[in-house]
């Protein structure tokens, strides 16, 4: 670059020099021009002033005057056009006639001197002429003076070698000076290119070298300024850098993150534990896990977007693991891997338990539901109490029901997705809640249109019954109660609104909990189990069905189910 830089400020000085000696050379000649045509004039003058004063009419002596001046001719022309005399002509009465000429045409005209540049037909060189029209007593000549131009451009010539010699010595300095001064030029990005080095090497500067340009003081305050941010934020980044580090080592959860060629860019130690690998340097996926269950699934739903669980076994462990995208350039998926060894075995027990207890109850309480209803017909005995068992025995049966379903639910591995129609489905249930609805004197207004969804059909009919036996258990009597299916783009919406208690505020978050209930003595009156919205809420998230309920304490309640649409 600095020879570039030499080699640009030697030639633009050059190209310079040269511009400047032509144009000064244009500018003396026409100096030189002027001056001449000033003399001519001036010569003009002084002739005009000796014929007047000394009423000359012989002209030879005047012009032979100049003889011994080559650069000088002097012609005298009467107002025929004739030549009288010439400074240059022996014979001069044989010249051509001057009436045609510029200047004496100009004098002719009137106008005080008469002047023209051409070259001599005569003596074929190039001269200023300059002409005055002389009077005096009856005398009326033509002075007309003459100067070479190549007489006055001869004085140039001494100029010129002088100056070709001044620029050969110019351009020989500037070729000498021109790497200093290119040195010069590029010191101060010298330093800004240090400063950048050091920027990018993340060290500090304490004091910037300073320069005589305040421009390029300022540029490089700037950087000291950005340094010293950059500093601060590297300093900042390898703080968070190690604690996340600590964070990720020190978690109870193994994490690996795959790259676009599912090799492994991030792995922690818990993550080697869990799955007994040793990973020194980034390796592809399947060179390195031997499990076979846990790498067809990681493989399988590597290029699925969507978040995917599922179990493993591993050195006798259940682990739990959930694959996922990331949105990074560096990071494709990301693998979290956590032990639920333990958790399975409880949700194993607590099923078991629901099982065994279902089962173990329904038997008993079978016979005691037989027995009542035989001792009901015998009016010997007391019917409020045979009542009373008959109605406990058939709560504690529906509380076993319900028991049993939600403990399929959470064991069921296969969904069954069939198509059915959600209008008809609820006109089902509808009818066969029709005589419980009598006896309140509750009517149930209908709004239906035919919404076709994927899903079970008794798992259905039991989310819209549980939903109108729960409404008609906890609406007043003389009230209504309103049943919604409508289609709306893509979605099937469901929503049943009934005039009932309704729900406090302070428990709407908690009403789909198993065993929940908002008011225990009138859940016991009508026979309610505390499971029948926990049911709702199961069959909903096994069908992706969005759930949603609002409630105002003593004016009613309404749930709004939307289901996806067939397409």
Known sequence: MKKAIARKIFLITCCTLIAFFLCTIVIV???NKKSAEKNAIIMVDMLEEQIVQNKIINFDNLVKQTDHNKTLRITVIDMNGFVLNDSKEENSTSMENHLNRSEIKQVLDGKDYGKDIRTSTTYKIKYIYIARLVVFD??????????????INSYLL????????????????VGYFSQSIAINILKPM???KNQMINLRLNQKIDESPITKYDELNAILGEIDLMSLSLVTLLENYEKEKNKLKIIIENINQGIIALNTQNDIVLINDYATFLLDISVERQRNIEAIIRNKNFLDNVLKNIEIQEYITFDIEENSRTLEVRLFSVDSVDIKKAIVLMDVTDLRKLEIAKKEFFQNASHELNTPLTSILGYSELLMQNKDYNEDFVVVINKEASR????????????ELEDTAEVIYEEIDLMEIVEHVVLSNQLKAQENNIDIHLNLEHGKINADREKIIEVVNNLLDNALKYSNVNTNIYILVKQQKNKIIFRIRDEGIGIPNAY????????FRVDRGRSRKVGGTGLGLAIVKHICNLYKAQLSISSIEGKGTEINIIFNKIK
């Open 508 to 515: 709407l978050h908690r009403v789909f909990e198993r065993f």
């Open 158 to 173: 001494g100029s010129i070698l002088f100056m070709i010699l001044i620029l050969i010595a110019v351009v020989f300095m």
């Open 138 to 151: 009856e005398v009326k000549v033509i002075i007309r003076v003459a100067i070479a131009i190549q007489t």
């Open 190 to 192: 010298e330093i800004i």
């Open 396 to 407: 504690m049966k529906n509380l076993i029901a319900d028991m049993l379903k939600i403990s």
């Open 29 to 31: 000649q026409e100096i």
